[in-house]
Nanobody
């Protein structure tokens, strides 16, 4: 069983930056693709970014491409989402998640393909 805990959320002005961390315990995440999702009030949970288990490949939604960067440190059992040039529409609860399949080549973008989730961290961007 993998337990995930997100941290680093908060309130920031538009144009600012935040760095979200996802720390895993209970099992190594080194063999799992990791994803970041977000959910705004009244909206579906949406894919933001993903990184392959090896760290050699990443994927981003069009809305964050060029502004957000996902990375991982398997030695520290964690994943990070660096968010720059934040916009009010980035306001949401952000979740990290671990793929339900080990060593998958493709980075999945649907929440149903992720089995382990953190509790979420709130990101609020003011205009």
């Amino acid at each position: 069983q993998v337990q995930l805990v997100e941290s680093g959320g908060g309130l920031v002005q538009a144009g600012g930056s935040l760095r979200l961390s996802c720390t895993a315990s209970g099992r190594t995440i080194s063999r799992y693709n990791m994803g970041w999702f977000r959910q705004a009030p009244g909206e579906e949970r949406e894919f933001v970014a993903g990184i392959r288990w090896s760290g050699g490949s990443t994927s981003y939604s069009d809305s964050v491409k060029g502004r957000f960067t996902i990375s991982r440190d398997n030695a520290k059992n964690m994943a990070v989402l660096q968010m720059n040039s934040l916009k009010p529409e980035d306001t949401a609860v952000y979740y990290c998640a671990a793929d339900r399949v080990m060593l998958r080549n493709r980075i999945e973008v649907v929440a149903q393909e992720y089995d382990y989730w953190g509790q979420g961290t709130q990101v609020t961007v003011s205009s």
